[in-house]
């Protein structure tokens, strides 16, 4: 049965590009998507050594508008990053896109929900895993969640996650937030603490993926002798049992630390 919770719309995609692609696609965007200095949403920076001048991190811009009453529903977003560290210094950016070969690579896309709270309660309870709690962004009115990575057992990282946000949220929805985390992130603490988040588990080799490694492989094995045509609403269900055991195993286990 699907939730109204369920019910996603995309509200915005990030994009990681080489240092060499990052400024020729700055300029695309405006002569290819027609996007004018109105449709830059934002542009951040840093100085990563002193005196050296600042680098540009990550900009954003609106490509689209669909025809929603509401303006905040309406927005096409894409979010690019570039890996902007010295080149003797590590980046989780400049690895996802070594590690993929690649010039340019899609980092994670943010599905909107109308509810974000029950999304996130169905999931924890499904055992997925999130490397950040709820946030609240006062700038752009919203509260968002980033989940672990999608990938398995013996491969690498993908780089790839998702992000869940709910736009507007009522005074109920924030009132949870807040009590949940007393730290709320703004704007640019949202996009640096990611950004730090994801760097601090780069480099310590320790990747979130989206579900534990043995979730994983109990799932796998029960569905590895089907092709997708096979799988029947009782596997559905086999493995939503597998997934409901894992996350009351992994709340109860956080519940004794807590103590």
Not at 105 to 114: E, F, G, M, V
Not at 119 to 138: A, Y
Not at 192 to 211: A, D, R
Not at 216 to 238: G, N, T
Request: net charge negative.
């Amino acid at each position: 049965m699907k939730h109204p919770f369920q019910n996603f719309q995309v509200d915005h995609m990030t994009l990681l590009l080489q240092p060499k692609l990052y400024k020729v696609a700055y300029v695309i965007f405006d002569i290819i998507f027609g996007v004018g200095s109105q449709d830059l949403l934002y542009e951040k920076r840093k100085e990563w050594i002193k005196g050296e001048g600042e680098k540009s991190l990550t900009f954003a811009v609106c490509i689209g508008e669909g025809a929603s009453e509401d303006p905040n529903l309406n927005k096409t977003i894409i979010a690019v990053v570039q890996p902007s560290e010295p080149e003797k210094q590590r980046s989780h950016v400049r690895e996802m896109l070594d590690n993929h070969m690649a010039a340019s690579h899609w980092q994670h896309i943010a599905l909107r929900t109308p509810d974000l709270l029950a999304f996130h309660k169905h999931s924890i309870e499904r055992g997925v895993n999130f490397i950040t709690p709820i946030l609240k962004d006062d700038a752009d009115d919203l509260i968002q969640v980033f989940s672990g990575e999608w990938y398995f057992p013996g491969m690498p990282a993908s780089g790839m996650f998702f992000e869940f946000l709910q736009r507007n949220p009522n005074e109920e929805h924030m009132k949870v937030v807040e009590e949940q985390n007393r730290e709320m992130w703004f704007r640019d603490k949202t996009f640096l603490g990611l950004y730090g988040e994801k760097e601090g588990e780069y480099q310590s080799g320790n990747v979130t993926p989206f579900i534990d490694f043995d979730l994983f492989d109990a799932i796998y094995d029960l569905l590895k002798d089907k092709e997708i045509w096979d799988i029947k609403p009782a596997d559905v269900e086999a493995v939503e049992k597998l997934m409901l055991e894992n996350g009351r195993k992994k709340v109860k286990t956080q519940e004794v630390a807590a103590k």
